[in-house]
């Protein structure tokens, strides 16, 4: 930047840096996304498109920024993890939300037409060909940025948002079932299901519209994680004896670049599990562990 008598106005910007040892957690969620999904006539409760949709885009972004860990989706909101230890934009936190919520903006944009395809028996796009064609205003996504300073406290971050999704999946099946199909107006399935736990909404689902909420679709009930198969490599190292030696002794700068490329070539996970339960974490221990230097 050329050195001029109006280079003092960037003394007024203001970097944000996230302290070292925190994980870092952007979330993004889509904006406007009732009138969205009124006017693309997404199926209630869930349209299984649109999550697809959502976890494609996701995982992209997981793919294009090697120090998210772990991601966690549901309804049109995304949290992604970075390592306590990226370096990534210096950890300045205005740059972390924009980048992540900018580039899951231009892949849901761009992958849309891949998933969003009129169902058979649909006539409402059919003039339209078989894609739902999108048009302005375009979905849009905004993004904040948040520290967690242990890995418990990051664990129950992504417990709270799990939770979250069961309890709004449960209320919103219920919901539009007895406006679906028993009838009812909003304001009336709203009154009725206040103050409900979640054994009377099942007796709802299941003794007026024979739904078993057990049955339903584990993408809708637990929403979804992505993260890299890294065990993968793990347990291979392990079989060819690849675990130490002269890898240990190597600089650090080598060692972060090889474990780089190393989560490059990972293979990308989308599942539809419990992240609650310490089972999950337990099995994928390369998740969550500590690692040398930054990315």
């Known amino acids: 930047m ?37 006017k693309y006539h997404f199926t209630k409760p869930n349209d299984k498109r649109a999550l697809d949709l959502m976890n494609a885009a996701a995982a992209e972004v ?33 740059k972390l939300s924009t980048s992540v919520a900018t580039m899951f903006t231009a892949e849901y944009c761009m992958l849309w037409p891949q998933f969003m395809r009129r169902e058979e028996g649909d006539e409402r796009f059919a003039e339209k060909g078989d894609v739902i064609e999108l048009e302005r205003p375009w979905p849009t996504f905004d993004g904040r940025c948040v520290a967690y300073p242990r890995c418990r406290i990051l664990r129950d971050y992504l417990k709270w ?31 009725e299901l206040k103050g409900t736990l979640a054994r009377d909404k099942n007796e709802i689902l299941w003794s007026r519209f024979g739904v078993n909420y057990n049955a339903e679709l584990e993408v809708f009930k637990k929403g979804s994680v992505i993260y890299r198969d890294l065990g993968v490599e793990d347990r291979e190292r392990k079989v060819n ?17 090889k474990e780089r490329k190393r989560k490059l070539k990972a293979r990308i996970v989308v599942e539809h599990v419990d992240i609650i339960q310490d089972a999950f974490w337990e099995r994928r221990p390369w998740i969550l562990a500590e690692r040398k230097g930054g990315g």
């Open 2 to 38: 050329a050195n001029t008598e109006f280079g003092y106005v960037r003394n007024f910007e203001v970097h944000d840096s996230i302290a070292p040892s925190n994980w870092i957690v952007v979330r993004i969620d889509g904006r406007g996304f009732s009138k969205l999904c009124k």
């Open 62 to 94: 997981v793919k294009s920024f090697v120090d998210i860990v772990v991601a966690y989706g549901q309804s049109d909101e995304y949290s992604f993890v970075f390592h306590e230890n990226t370096t990534l934009f210096e950890r300045r936190r205005e």
């Open 161 to 191: 948002r799990q939770a979250d999704c069961h309890i709004n999946n449960l209320y919103n099946t219920t919901f539009w079932n007895m406006v679906l199909k028993g009838g009812m107006s909003g304001t009336e399935a709203e009154l």
């Open 241 to 257: 004896g690849d675990g130490g030696g002269k890898a240990a002794t190597e600089g650090s700068r080598s060692q972060v670049e």
